[in-house]
């Protein structure tokens, strides 16, 4: 049996995020590390790259 990883999204101007469901609706993201950054703290190092801003 296939598992599905599910993406949840609360990133309200990503025009990926399901508002109503609060799900990013692409199947796969891309987690690129934030520029000059390497403190051990995922808040701050890591970062969604296949974010997409709403126009």
């Not at 399901?18 to 390497?38: D, Y």
């Amino acid at each position: 049996m296939e598992k599905k990883q599910q993406i949840n999204c609360t990133v309200n101007s990503c025009i990926y995020n399901n508002t109503a469901n609060k799900l990013c609706e692409l199947e796969a993201i891309m987690v690129q590390p934030c520029n000059n950054c390497n403190n051990g703290n995922p808040a701050e190092e890591s970062m969604c790259a296949s974010y997409k801003h709403i126009k």
